[in-house]
């Protein structure tokens, strides 16, 4: 009852027991105060933050774990360990040609200093402003990987083609572009142990060539006896 609810559903001091907007459910449509009716609800309201307190709160979340990220620099830094940090956006970020610089050069002028980024393909035109950014910030920085996300062989391949003018990329690191749809299989029943290897070769080997064939400098010198 809303009598419960207010006793954990407070912020600061702030009653946030609201009725339910229609944007979550219908109330006319499934609110019965009698509580009697097969299929609908005797509530109508429900603990609710509004828009300036679920804003505070993603500040505060992003501040504590930029302090984790700092606190996992520095003590690297320590042990002598190497840093790879991966930035992937979140999905209700709206999209935009400088989200990774800028997510970025945040952790930058926080004091961050990874030996390795790893990112998700940029494309091509945001490539000169990544390549400028560590080049300015960090000299010392080993590289930056491509990281996969389940993407598809192909979309993968479009981003190695698109990283072929960069200075700072060095490869990729991908998992379930290579294993997913395999170990799917092999867990239906569908494949045998032997059709699982052949699988996850077939991909990796695919990823191998993609990345090769925009790295012909690479592949000569790989040739050459």
Known sequence: TPRHWRRGSSVDGRDCVVPIPESRWSAARWFDPSGKSPGRTAVNQAGLLDQDLRR??????????????????????????????????????????????????????????????????????????????????DPYCRGIVLLGLSAPIETLARGFRDAAGSRMCRGFAVGRTIFHEPARAWLAGAIDDGDLVTGVRANFEALIDAWMETRPKQLSAAATP
Do not use: C, F, T
């Open 56 to 137: 505070r709160d993603d500040v505060d979340n992003r501040l504590e774990n930029e302090a984790q990220v700092k606190a996992l620099h520095d003590a690297v830094q320590v042990s002598g360990h190497e840093l790879l940090l991966e930035i992937v956006p979140p999905k209700s970020l709206p999209p935009g040609p400088d989200v990774l610089l800028r997510a970025m050069k945040r952790l930058y002028n926080l004091g961050i200093y990874p030996e390795w980024w790893k990112l998700p393909p940029p494309s091509a035109g945001e490539w000169p402003a990544i390549d400028a950014l560590v080049a300015e910030r």
